[in-house]
C-alpha cells in the first residue's frame, strides 16, 4: 500500500522562495576585492537570483545544460548558488585554485556552456580561454571588460519579475563540482535538487550546526569547492544571516569581519583556523567580539590541540569529516550525554575525533577479511552510502575502485568506528606508513607534532628505509619567532606514542605545500622528499 502524503518534489527553488519571502529582511553580505561591504537581503538574493535564471533560459539555456562560475565567496555567488538550479541547469563551481590547464580540462569535460566570472579573475580565465569553448562570459562586478566578455548586470538586469520555476524532478541534477583529482583526472560529482535539500536540512539540526534564524553564517570554506560544505544552501533555508569574505583570507582580515558582522558561526579546513589560532594567541583580546562563536572544521583531520587552543579563546570547534562525493558532509564529532561527567580531557578526545554519522548515512569500515567489528580499533577502508552520497562520477561511471558491488562509496580512507557510533579516520590509504610490516598513522602523528607549542603546522610522511621499509619523516614549520629542534619533537612525541612509531627523522622548512582547498599536499612532500634518506 503506497501513502496517502503529496508527491512534493524537494528543489532548490523551495529553499529560495522561502529565504526571499519569509526571511526577506536577513542579511547577504560581501567584502569586495577592495574591502568594502556589500549589503543585501535575502529578498534582494531572491529577486536577483530569479532575474538570472530568466536571463538563462532568455539565453537558450535548458534544463541540464551546465552554467559554470569562477568565482569567490560573494553575493553574486550566492545568486548563481540558486538561479541557475532555479533555470533548471546545473551550477558547475570551478575551483580558482586549479592551474589554468586544469580549469580548462574541467571545463571542456563538463561541456559548460556560459561562465560567470568575478572581474577580479578575468586575467585567470584569460589563460583558460583559448582552451575552451564556453558559448558567453559574463562578468560580475565593476571593471572595464574584453569585448569576448558580457557585463552580469546587464544580462540580468529588468529580468525575472514574472519569472516562473520550470516542473523539476527532485533527482534531476542541480550542481556539479570535480574532485581535486590527486589520484588522476578529475572526476565530476554531480549533486541533485532532493540530495542537495536533505542535506541542508540535515546538517542545520542541532546536533550538526545547529543552524537557526538567529545565526549569522560565515563560509571560509570556498563556494567553488563541494558547494561551500552545502553551507549556503542551509543557512538561506533557515534564514541565517550569510556573511562571504570575498577574496579576502588573512587572519586578521576574517576576524574583523567576524567582529563587524557578529558571526555565530563560521566553517573553514585546519589551516585557516591555524592562522586564526596565532592572531588570536599574538593579541587575544583584540577581538572580544568574536567570543562564543562556533566553528566547523574539516577536510582534513583537528589536533586536539587546536580544539584546546580555541576553548582557551571561548570558541568551540566542531569536527566533521566529509569529500567532495558525499555533498560534503558525513559525520560531526558531537558530545553524548555519558561525556559530561567524563572530564575534559576525554571530552576532547571525542570531539577530535571524526564523528558520528549524519542522519541517513551510513558507514562500514572493511577489511582484508571483511566488515570490522565497531571496537575503536580494527581498522579498514571507510565506506559510506546515503541520499547524498555519490553513487557514480559523471561520464566515467561507477568504477570498481571507488565503488564497491553492493553499492556503497569506497572513500580511501582507512579508519575506526567504536561501539559508541564515533568513527575515527586513522589516515588516506595512501598516506599511511608501513614501518616494519606495522602501520604508522601519519594523522595522528601530526596531531601530536602540532601539539607541541613552537610548531605551527607539521605534516609526516613516509620515506624510504633500508631495514624497515618505510619511516615517518616529519616536515615541520614552527610558529614566528620560535625554535624547536628534533631532539624536543622526538622526546614530545615518545610521551604519547610508541618508540617504533616516533620518527627519528624531523625536516624544518618555512611553509607546507598545500592543495587547492587548504590540506597539506603530500603528493608535494613525497615528492621534495624523494632522494630523502631516513636515519637508523
Ligand atoms: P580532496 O582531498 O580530494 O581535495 P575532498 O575535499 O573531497 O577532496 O577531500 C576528502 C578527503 O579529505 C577525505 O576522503 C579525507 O581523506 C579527508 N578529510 C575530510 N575531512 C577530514 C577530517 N575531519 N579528518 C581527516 N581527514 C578528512
Redesign the pocket.
Known sequence: MLSTMMSYPLTTNHVLERAGTLFGDRVVAWRRPDKTVVRHTYADMRRRARALAAALVAAGIGRGDRVATLMWNNGPHLEAYFGIPAAGAVLHTLNLRLAPEDIAYIVNDAEDRIVILDDVLLPLWEKIRPHVNVERVLVAGAGSLPNWAESYEAFIAGRGADYVYPDLDEHAACGMCY????TGRPKGVVYGHRSTVLHSLTIAIPDCLGLSVNDAVLAVTPMF??NSWGVPYAAAMMGANQVFPGPHLGAEDLLDLMAEERITLALGVPTIWMMIQQALDAAPARWPLVKGMRMMV?????PPAMIRAFDRHGLTIK???????TS?VGSLAWLKPQHADAGYDAQVSVRAK?GIPLPLVEMRIVGDAGEQSHDGKSAGELQVRGPWITGSYFKVGAQPDKFTADGWLR???VATLDAEGYMR?AD?TKDLIKSGGEWISS?DLENAVMGHPAVAEAAVIAVAHPKWDERPLAVVVAKPGQHVSAEALREHLLAQFPKWMVPDDYAFVDALPK???G?FLKTKLREDFRGYRAKG
Do not use: F, L, N, Y
Open positions: 574532485t581535486s583529482g590527486t569547492h563541494a574539516g577536510g582534513s583531520a583537528v569536527h566533521g569529516w566529509g569529500m567532495t562525493e560534503p571524526q572513500t580511501g580512507d579516520i588516506r594523522v592543495t587547492s582547498t590540506k
